[in-house]
C-alpha cells in the first residue's frame, strides 16, 4: 500500500468481532462516550462572552455539526469575576456573562449540553478564582446554573504543607463533591481532569473522572499534534467507555495545517477514542476543514456503543517498537470496533512512503478470512489506496480459497501443524 502525500494515514475497519469488552470506569449514567463538542480557548483564548458562545452554537446547528454528534458548548477560562462574595460564591462576570442560567437555557434549547471550567488550586490559569476549598458550593453552584459538564485544571497549586494531598487527592476533591451534589440533585456532571498527563493520570483517571488529559497544551502545528500522538501510544489501554484520553481539543482549522495534517489530526483522535471538541472560529472556517469535522464514518468509530477501547500501535515502523519519539511516532494502529478491527497507518515521513503490514498483524484479525474493502474517506467500497489520505473499512467476504500457501498466517507459521502432526515449518 502507497501513500503518496506527507502526514498521511490509512485507518481500516476490518470484520465483524462477537464479544465486547467490559468498561472498569465510573459508571455513574453520563459520560460513556467521547465528548464531541466545542471549547472556544484555542480560538479565542479569554475573548469570550454569552453572544459569541450563543453564536458558535447557532453555528454548530446551521453547519450541521449537532446533527453528526457535536452536542456540547464548553466555556474555558475567564468567565468570572476576579473575586468571590461575600459568601464565597463564584460569580460570573457581570458585563461578559450576565447570566449563566440565561446562557445554559440559550444552549439547552438548540439541543446542546453546557459545558464549565474550574481549576484545582487557588486560582485558574488566567488567574481567575479556582475551586480548591470551595469544591461542594462551585459543584452546587455551576448545577444551579444548569451545567453539564466541568472541565477542572492545574494551576495555582496549594503548598504540600496545606493541602497535604497528591495530585490523585487534589482531583478527588472535586470528585466528591460532585458526587455529592449528584445525591443532593440527582444531576451528575461530567468530571473532564486537565493535569497534562502528571502523576500518570492514565492509571488512575478512570476511577474518578470521565476523561483526562495526557500531555500538555495542543498548538496549531504538526509537530505538536505527533508529539501528542506519540503520547498517547504508549498508553492507549486506558481508555474505554466512561473513561477516555484526552488528547486536548481539536486545532482543524487553525494555525498552518494543511488539509492532509488536519485530516491526520482528526482521525488519529477519533479512534483513540479521544474526546473531539472543536476550537476554531466557526465564523471563519473553511469548507474543507468542516467536511473534516462531519465525517460521520469516522466519528462512528468514535461514538462506538459497543467497544469503549482505543486502536494500539501494533509496529511502530520508521522506530523499532516501543520507541518514544515526538516526530516519527507509530505508524500502524489496529483495534476493534462495533463493525470489525480498524486499522490506522500514518506517514510521518515529510514525503511519500510506501507502507505495508500484514492483516494478521493486528490481533484482531481473523485468520483463513478474506475481506472486503470500505474507504471511510471516499466513503466508497472499492478500496482504492491512491489516495493522498485514505480510511478503509475490511469486512468478512467469505473464507479464503482452498490450497493457499502457507496454510498459516503470521506469527502462527512457526507452529503451523497439520492434524497428523506433520510440521508446515
Known amino acids: 500500500m502507497t501513500l503518496s502525500k506527507t502526514r498521511t494515514f490509512v485507518a481500516a475497519v476490518v470484520g465483524i468481532l462477537s464479544t465486547a469488552p467490559s468498561a472498569d470506569a465510573i459508571t455513574n449514567g453520563v459520560g460513556k462516550l467521547p465528548v464531541m463538542g466545542y471549547n472556544a480557548w484555542n480560538a479565542f483564548a479569554c475573548n469570550v462572552n454569552e453572544t459569541l458562545v450563543v453564536q458558535t452554537a447557532k453555528y454548530m446547528k446551521e453547519y450541521g455539526l449537532l446533527d453528526v454528534g457535536y452536542n456540547h458548548v464548553n466555556l474555558d477560562d475567564c468567565w468570572a469575576m476576579k473575586n468571590r462574595s461575600s459568601t464565597g460564591e463564584v460569580m460570573s462576570d457581570n458585563i461578559r456573562f450576565p447570566s449563566m442560567n440565561t446562557l445554559t437555557d440559550q444552549l439547552h434549547a438548540l439541543g446542546l449540553y453546557a459545558g464549565i471550567y474550574s481549576d484545582s488550586g487557588w486560582f485558574t490559569c488566567a488567574g481567575y478564582p479556582g475551586s480548591f476549598m470551595h469544591e461542594e458550593q462551585d459543584a452546587m453552584t455551576f448545577q444551579s446554573w444548569g451545567f453539564d459538564f466541568l472541565k477542572y485544571d492545574n494551576c495555582a497549586i496549594p503548598f504540600d504543607d496545606i493541602i497535604r494531598e497528591g495530585m490523585i487527592g487534589k482531583y478527588q476533591r472535586m470528585a466528591d463533591a460532585l458526587a455529592a451534589v449528584a445525591e443532593k440533585t440527582g444531576t451528575t456532571l461530567i468530571f473532564s481532569l486537565c493535569e497534562w498527563g502528571w502523576s500518570q493520570v492514565w ?52 494555525g498552518d495545517l494543511t488539509y492532509d495534517e488536519a485530516k491526520t489530526h482528526f482521525t488519529a483522535w477519533a479512534l483513540v477514542k479521544a ?71 500514518i506517514n510521518t515521513l515529510s514525503e511519500p512512503a510506501n507502507m505495508f503490514f500484514n492483516l494478521t498483524e493486528s490481533p484482531w484479525i481473523r485468520a483463513g478470512i478474506q475481506y472486503s474493502v470500505r474507504d471511510l474517506w471516499t466513503h466508497t467500497d472499492n478500496g482504492t489506496a491512491r489516495m493522498a489520505v485514505v480510511a478503509l473499512l475490511l469486512k468478512e467476504d467469505g473464507n479464503e480459497p482452498a490450497g493457499l500457501v502457507p496454510p498459516c498466517a503470521g506469527e502462527a507459521l512457526s507452529q503451523c501443524t497439520a492434524e497428523n502432526g506433520t510440521s508446515y515449518s
Open 203 to 254: 492509571l488512575w483517571g478512570a476511577q474518578i473522572s470521565h476523561s483526562w488529559r495526557i500531555d500538555s497544551d495542543i498548538g496549531p502545528q504538526w509537530n505538536s499534534i505527533s508529539s501528542i500522538i506519540n503520547s498517547a501510544s504508549f498508553i492507549t489501554q486506558a481508555t474505554n467507555h466512561y473513561g477516555h484520553n484526552d488528547l486536548d481539543m481539536l486545532e482543524i482549522g487553525n
Open 275 to 345: 474526546p473531539l471538541l472543536i476550537g476554531t472560529n466557526l465564523a471563519t472556517i473553511s469548507q474543507e476543514m468542516l467536511s473534516i469535522l462531519k465525517n460521520q464514518e469516522i466519528i462512528a468509530v468514535n461514538q462506538d456503543p459497543i467497544y469503549g477501547t482505543s486502536i494500539s500501535p501494533f509496529r511502530w515502523g520508521i522506530n523499532p517498537d516501543w520507541t518514544y519519539n515526538v516526530t516519527y511516532p507509530a505508524q500502524y494502529w489496529s483495534g476493534p470496533s462495533e463493525n470489525g478491527t480498524v486499522f490506522m497507518l
